[in-house]
């Protein structure tokens, strides 16, 4: 007779903890930890059979190693960021906020390897077989051979999947939504979702067949599941994007086959998600020309260039502590900057509100973008448009100088594609051998901003330097 006793184990991290308390002494977040109980043995420990452990082979690391096997999906975009395509046995887990388009590209994915001859097998934790067809309706996917159930159990889906040969794609949708017997606790909570993942992950490497987790977002983003079982996943991807634009992007978090700095982009339409195979050009296709605190940033995801449009808006303020808003860029690579034009180039901001956007919901991390979010301030304060030709891409040092950028000729010759012909870049380690672009070199950022001010109204000349509206 098994006898019951209480855990207290954090939803977002899993760190277990002897008592309640409202805060996770691990992970630092607050009424995230939840009474679980489990079933523990009645046989004292002194009774306990101990099974002798067996004598493992050795390996050296002379041996050859052999790259594992691809199974392109279908989608170019999905197959980039995951390396290439499926490992054979391999379990990734997706995560995303509700409703950025989690089951549509899955959907997609899956019925582009089942018109490769290949079993797909579709397990809905949520939705009911009905409410799938729809959505597959609705995408012309209809016709494709996916295999459908709507289950919880872990034990009946291993159950079924072992039935007849096995398959070669298996889409878990959601992970926080199974449960298995195993495990005496609520579904969702940590130990069924841990349960769950180390079940799936024993089906797919002896059956060789690809598993992809769904892991959710809570509205308020919390995410419970999905962070407890990344260590056990062979590849974790986000599904990024603001629910008010259209582009969505997929990025590798974790890849133990792949590299883990690539993304995809998609566009949300009306007959689900498209590839997008030149997102610069939509990134940049309603630009604005010729407006002030505009500018053209030629960075790198990955292995591939992106250009996209930075926007600054800088004015005046009546707060006594003037706002600073940032979206899709580091809030604090935006402080530096403004402390930086402050110190070393005289460009006082200390009384207006200061704006900063990544046109198309896009998120840029790179310090290379630092030039360009400088150039895009300064021209915003001081009302002069900067050329609608140029791109730019430079690391600032809190001394003012600019630093040179990895990948400066890959950079350029996705500007050239794109039609600039002019690229405003550090003068040290400069990119040799591009044809069609000019090249202007900077060495210290009051150079660049001495330049933007001289085509400034006159009027406006002196805010620049002051920091006063003109």
Not at 344 to 361: P, S
Request: proline residues 4%; hydrophobic residues 45%.
């Amino acid at each position: 007779m098994a006898r019951t006793r209480a855990t207290y184990i954090c939803q977002a991290c899993g760190a277990v903890a002897p008592r309640w308390q409202g805060k996770c002494e691990a992970c630092g977040g607050w009424n995230t930890i939840i009474e679980e109980t489990a079933a523990a043995a009645a046989v004292p420990v002194a009774q306990r059979t101990k099974r002798k452990g067996r004598v493992m082979q050795l390996e050296s690391l002379s041996g050859k190693g052999e790259e594992a096997p691809r199974l392109a999906s279908g989608l170019k975009e999905f197959d980039r960021v995951i390396g290439g395509g499926f490992v054979h046995g391999s379990v990734v887990l997706l995560g995303g906020d509700p409703g950025i388009g989690k089951s549509t590209i899955l959907i997609e994915v899956a019925a582009a390897l089942a018109g490769k001859g290949r079993r797909v097998v579709y397990v809905s934790g949520e939705e009911a077989i009905g409410q799938v067809r729809m959505r597959a309706e609705r995408l012309s996917l209809k016709a494709a051979n996916v295999e459908l159930a709507a289950e919880t159990n872990v034990e009946d889906i291993i159950a079924t999947l072992s039935e007849g040969p096995a398959p070669t794609l298996v889409v878990i949708d959601s992970i926080q939504t199974m449960w298995t017997e195993t495990v005496e606790s609520a579904p969702g909570t940590v130990t069924q979702v841990r349960g769950a993942a180390q079940a799936l992950l024993r089906f797919a490497k002896k059956s060789g067949a690809a598993v992809v987790l769904v892991g959710h977002v809570t509205k308020d983003g919390q995410i419970a599941g999905p962070r407890v079982v990344e260590h056990m996943v062979d590849a974790v991807l986000s599904f990024e994007g603001e629910g008010s634009h259209q582009f969505r992007i997929l990025r590798a978090l974790k890849n133990r086959f792949g590299p883990t700095d690539e993304i995809g982009v998609f566009e949300m339409t009306g007959r689900g998600l498209a590839e997008v195979e030149n997102p610069s050009a939509l990134f940049l296709s309603d630009r604005d020309l010729g407006s002030p605190g505009t500018a053209v940033f030629a960075g790198i995801e990955g292995t591939r260039p992106l250009l996209v449009e930075i926007q600054a808006l800088v004015a005046p303020t009546t707060l006594g502590t003037p706002r600073r808003a940032v979206v899709g860029a580091d809030p604090n690579r935006l402080s530096m900057i403004l402390a930086v034009l402050e110190a070393r180039c005289g460009v006082r901001m200390g009384g207006h509100d200061v704006y900063l956007n990544v046109a198309g919901g896009l998120r840029i991390l790179e310090p290379a973008a630092d030039l360009a979010v400088a150039a895009a301030l300064v021209s915003s304060l001081s009302g002069s448009a900067l050329p609608h030709d140029a791109v730019y891409f430079g690391e600032i040092s809190l001394t003012g100088a600019v630093r040179a950028v990895p990948q400066a000729a890959a950079r350029l010759k996705e500007a050239v594609k794109l039609g600039f012909t002019r690229a405003v870049v550090p003068e040290s380690g400069q990119a040799e051998g591009v044809d069609g672009i000019a090249l202007s070199s900077v060495a210290a950022l009051d150079r660049l901003v001495a330049e933007i001010a001289a085509r400034a109204p006159r009027t406006l000349r002196a805010a620049a330097g002051r920091g006063e509206d003109g």
